[in-house]
């Protein structure tokens, strides 16, 4: 688990990042900004390592990865800037689909926010697919 901090300032980055009015409340994609409060985000620079991003090799990962297929939020309530949120990540369904190219792999992770009360504020689901 982690923490991520709704402040003020993320959040106007990230409305103006979607052309968004920067005044106009929290942006519903939102909580995807909790990436760069999760020390374990795969995607995230770490010195000395080498950075799927640096342009060595664009868009190869080696080791696993797979296509971002589908991203769903769902709300309890509307997030409030001021308020630090606890990240709890899950594991969801996995299938199988066939297909003219072959086997396809789906797997489902949830990302559930949850106040200092530790009441459920949002969810978010997505859907990663891989080629067997």
Not at 1 to 17: D, L, N, Q, W, Y
Not at 108 to 129: C, I, K, P, Q
Request: net charge neutral.
């Amino acid at each position: 688990m982690s923490t991520f901090p709704i402040e003020e300032g993320h959040v106007r980055a990230f409305a103006r990042a979607l052309g968004a009015a920067p005044d106009g409340g929290v942006p519903l994609t939102f909580p995807i900004a909790y990436a760069h409060f999760d020390p374990d985000w795969p995607l995230v620079m770490r010195p000395g390592q080498p950075w799927h991003g640096s342009g060595a090799e664009p868009g190869v990962k080696k080791g696993g990865g797979g296509l971002h297929a589908e991203q769903e939020f769902e709300y309890f309530r509307p997030l409030r800037v001021g308020e630090t949120l606890t990240v709890h990540k899950r594991p969801g369904r996995t299938w199988t689909k066939e297909g003219r190219s072959g086997a396809l792999d789906f797997t489902e992770r949830h990302t559930d926010f949850l106040d200092a009360e530790g009441e459920l504020v949002a969810r978010s689901t997505t859907v990663t697919v891989v080629k067997r």
